[in-house]
C-alpha cells in the first residue's frame, strides 16, 4: 500500500472489464472537520477495512461538534479517477463557502441606531414614492386632454320647421288647430312658426306688432300656442322689426312730431341741388331700385325706406326704438311664444352721418340696387350690438330655452363677428341656393352650396347648426317647381347637418292613413348620427347629388338626389365606408316612375349598381365598413 491510500480490491465491472479495481483515497486533514454525509455517518468510514477500527482519537476528532464551519476552510469533494482501468477515490479541495450570520449577529445590526433609521428612512420613502404616484395618475387622468363630449342639441336643431301662413289658419277652431298639430306630429314635427300673421294692411306692412290679423284671431292664436304645449310642440313667431306699414300709428305721430315718436324713424332734411330744386339728402338706394329716400309734406322732411316706400325703415340709433321691441317681444312670450325668426336684420342700422355709398363695379344701372356698394345701410357692426339687447331679454325671459334666430342669409364673416365673444345668432343659414331652386337645380349647384357652409362654419371653432329654407320670402317651392320635384328636394334636405324650414304643403302633401317617406326620414333625425354624425358629400355620373352621415358604432346612410331628367344607374361603392351592400330605407313618389306595374322596389342594392330615377331622391342605409376608400 502506497502512502497515503489504500488499494481496495473488488469484482465490480468498470469501464466495461471485469478486472480487479483499486479505489484510493488521500487521507483526511487533522484540521478539516466537515466531514459529515446527511445522516451524520463518518465519511471516513468509507475506507474502513471488514473488522478493523479506527483510531477513536482520530474519529473524534473528525467528528468534533464544537467547531463551527468556517468561510475560511476549503470543503473536499470525493472525486472518482479511472487510471489504467482502476478506479479511484480522491479527495479534493472545494471552493470556499459562506454561512449566514447568527441570531446574535443578526440582533446587533438591528438594534444599531444607524440601520433602524435607514429602514424607517426606506419604508417612508417607500410609501411617499408610491403616494406620489398614486396622485400623478389621478393628475394624469384628470387634467388630460379629453374628447369633448358633443352638446345636446336643442328642439329647434333635432325637429323640422315647418311654417304656417295665415291661409293655413284662417276659419280653424279648436277641433281642427289640434288635428293640424296632430297631422304634423305624425311626420314627426314638433316646431311650427307663424309667418305673416301680424295685424298688417298687406304682408309685410305691420300696423301693429303685438296683435294677429284679424282673421285669424288673437284668441285663436292663443288657444294654438296653448295645444301646442300640451302636445309636446314648440312655436314661433317671424317678424320683420327693420320697418313698419306706413299705416302703423307710430309713423302717423311721427310725422307730426309727436314725442316721443319724432324719431323713431330715420328722417332728414334735403339737399339743395345746383338748379335749385330739393333732392334727397344722398345717393342711399332702394332694394327695388331708385331712391331709397321719399319725401313727406306733412313734416317736411324725406324719410328712409330700403324696401317699398310704404315700408318706412325704424330708427334703431335710437335707443327708445330698441326698447319699444324689447318690450314686444316679452309680450308675445308671456302668451307661450318659445322664440322669434326675425327677417331684415342686415338693415336695422345705417350711418347717422348719412354719407354717400361708393359706386360697386357690378355693371349695373345707375338706380339698380347693384350699382353701389352699401356699406353704410347694410350689415353695419351696430346691428350685432341692438341683437345682442334683444337676444338677452328673450333668454332670460324662457330661462334659456328660447330660440333667437335670423330669417336672412348671414355670409360667415358676419357670423364670426356675430358669435365672436358668445353665441348671438341661433339657426344662421345660408340657403340662397334653395331659396331659388328650380326643376333645373344641378347636383353641382347643391354640392356648392352646401359645402362651403359645412366646412367654412359649421366646422370651425364658431359652429353652429345651419337652417336650411327652401322658401323664405321668396316664392314657394312648390310654386317654382313640380310637385315631385319639390317632394325630392325636401326629402333631400332632411337629413342634411342643420335644420330645414318648409312649408305646411311640403309635409302634409299626402295621405294621413299612410306612413310618408318625410315621416320614415324625419323619425331618424332624433338619433344621434344626424346630431352629431359626420358628413361627406359628392357628386357621382356626374348629375347625382349625394351625402353620406356617419358615426362610428352605429349604421351609415346615403342620401341621393338625381338632378337629370334621366335614369342612371350609379356606382357607389366609391363612397368611402360604402360597402358592397346597401338597404333602401325611403323614397320620394317619383322614384317608382320608373317601374312597371305590379314591380316591386328590391329592398336590398348593390352599391355598384343602383338604380335612381329622374328628379328623385333615395336613402339607404348600410353597415359601414372599415376600410377607407
Not at 337 to 349: D, V
Amino acid at each position: 500500500m502506497e502512502s497515503g491510500r489504500l488499494d481496495l480490491e473488488t469484482h465490480a465491472e468498470v469501464n466495461g472489464t471485469n478486472k480487479p479495481t483499486a479505489a484510493t483515497y488521500k487521507s483526511i486533514p487533522d484540521d478539516d472537520t466537515n466531514w459529515q454525509d446527511k445522516k451524520g455517518e463518518n465519511i471516513g468510514d468509507m475506507g474502513k477495512p471488514e473488522n478493523e477500527e479506527i483510531d477513536d482519537g482520530a474519529k473524534e476528532k473528525m467528528l468534533s461538534e464544537e467547531v463551527k464551519i468556517s468561510p475560511k476552510k476549503d470543503v473536499s469533494q470525493v472525486i472518482f479517477i479511472s487510471e489504467n482501468g482502476d478506479a479511484k477515490i480522491d479527495v479534493a479541495p472545494k471552493g470556499p463557502v459562506l454561512s449566514g450570520m447568527g441570531k446574535e449577529e443578526l440582533m446587533k445590526y438591528a438594534n444599531d441606531p444607524f440601520w433602524i433609521r435607514l429602514r424607517w428612512f426606506l419604508f417612508i420613502g417607500f410609501w411617499l414614492l408610491w403616494l406620489a404616484m398614486l396622485l400623478g395618475a389621478v393628475a394624469i387622468i384628470v387634467m388630460a386632454p379629453k374628447c369633448t363630449a358633443p352638446q345636446p342639441k336643442t328642439w329647434w336643431e333635432k325637429s323640422p320647421i315647418v311654417q304656417l301662413e295665415p291661409d293655413d289658419l284662417k276659419g280653424k277652431d279648436a277641433i281642427s288647430l289640434s288635428h293640424l298639430l296632430d297631422r304634423l306630429k305624425n311626420q314627426h314635427v314638433s316646431v311650427i312658426s307663424l309667418s305673416n300673421i301680424l295685424k298688417s294692411t298687406s304682408p309685410g306692412h305691420v300696423t301693429d306688432f303685438r296683435d294677429v290679423d284679424p282673421s285669424i284671431g288673437m284668441e285663436n292664436v292663443k288657444t294654438l300656442i296653448k295645444l301646442a304645449k300640451e302636445k309636446e310642440q314648440k312655436v314661433l313667431l317671424e317678424i320683420d322689426p327693420n320697418h313698419s306699414g306706413i299705416d302703423h300709428p307710430w309713423f302717423n305721430r311721427s310725422q307730426k312730431l309727436e314725442e316721443p315718436y319724432s324719431n323713431y324713424y330715420v328722417w332728414a332734411n334735403h339737399k339743395v341741388g345746383t338748379d335749385g330744386n330739393n333732392n334727397p339728402p344722398n345717393n342711399w338706394l332702394s332694394t327695388y331700385g331708385k331712391s331709397a329716400w321719399e319725401w313727406s309734406s306733412s313734416r317736411g322732411q324725406y324719410y328712409l325706406h330700403q324696401f317699398d316706400k310704404s315700408q318706412p325703415d325704424l330708427n334703431f340709433n335710437n335707443s327708445l326704438v330698441i326698447e319699444e321691441f324689447n318690450k314686444i317681444f316679452s309680450h308675445w312670450l308671456d302668451l307661450g311664444i318659445n322664440g322669434f325668426r326675425l327677417g331684415f336684420t342686415q338693415h336695422l342700422i345705417e350711418d347717422p352721418a348719412l354719407q354717400d355709398e361708393k359706386m360697386s363695379t357690378n355693371a349695373a344701372q345707375a338706380d339698380e340696387y347693384e350699382s353701389l356698394v352699401h356699406v353704410h345701410t347694410r350689415d353695419r357692426v351696430e346691428n350685432a350690438q341692438v341683437l345682442r339687447i334683444w337676444r338677452e331679454n328673450v333668454i332670460n325671459k324662457t330661462k334659456e330655452d328660447g330660440l333667437f334666430a335670423l330669417r336672412d342669409d348671414i355670409a360667415s364673416d358676419i357670423l364670426a363677428v356675430f358669435n365672436e365673444k358668445n353665441k348671438l345668432v341661433d339657426l344662421p343659414q345660408s340657403s340662397m341656393f334653395l331659396m331659388h331652386a328650380d326643376n333645373g337645380i344641378t347636383a353641382k349647384a347643391l354640392q356648392d352650396g352646401i359645402k362651403p357652409w359645412r366646412d367654412h362654419v359649421y366646422n370651425s371653432s364658431k359652429a353652429s347648426w345651419p337652417a336650411w329654407d327652401l322658401n323664405g320670402d321668396k316664392t314657394a317651392l312648390r310654386n317654382r317647381t313640380l310637385p315631385a320635384v319639390a317632394e325630392s328636394l325636401t326629402l333631400m334636405s332632411l337629413l342634411l347637418p342643420g335644420t330645414p324650414v318648409l312649408k305646411l304643403n311640403d309635409v302634409l302633401h299626402e295621405k294621413d292613413s299612410e306612413k310618408t317617406a318625410f315621416a320614415t326620414i324625419s323619425e331618424k333625425r332624433n338619433d344621434e348620427i344626424f346630431l352629431n354624425g359626420d358628413f361627406h358629400s359628392d357628386i357621382v355620373n356626374g348629375t347625382v347629388f349625394v351625402y353620406t352621415r356617419l358615426k362610428s358604432g352605429l349604421p351609415g346612410y346615403l342620401v341621393a338626389y338625381q338632378s337629370s331628367e334621366h335614369p342612371a344607374v350609379i356606382d357607389l361603392s366609391g363612397i368611402p365606408h360604402v360597402p358592397k351592400e346597401v338597404n333602401v330605407l325611403a323614397y320620394s313618389s317619383n322614384y317608382l316612375s320608373e317601374k312597371k306595374a305590379g314591380e316591386t322596389i328590391e329592398t336590398k342594392l348593390s352599391s355598384t349598381r343602383v338604380p335612381i330615377a329622374p328628379k328623385s331622391t333615395l336613402v339607404l342605409t348600410f353597415v359601414p365598413s372599415k376600410d377607407e376608400k
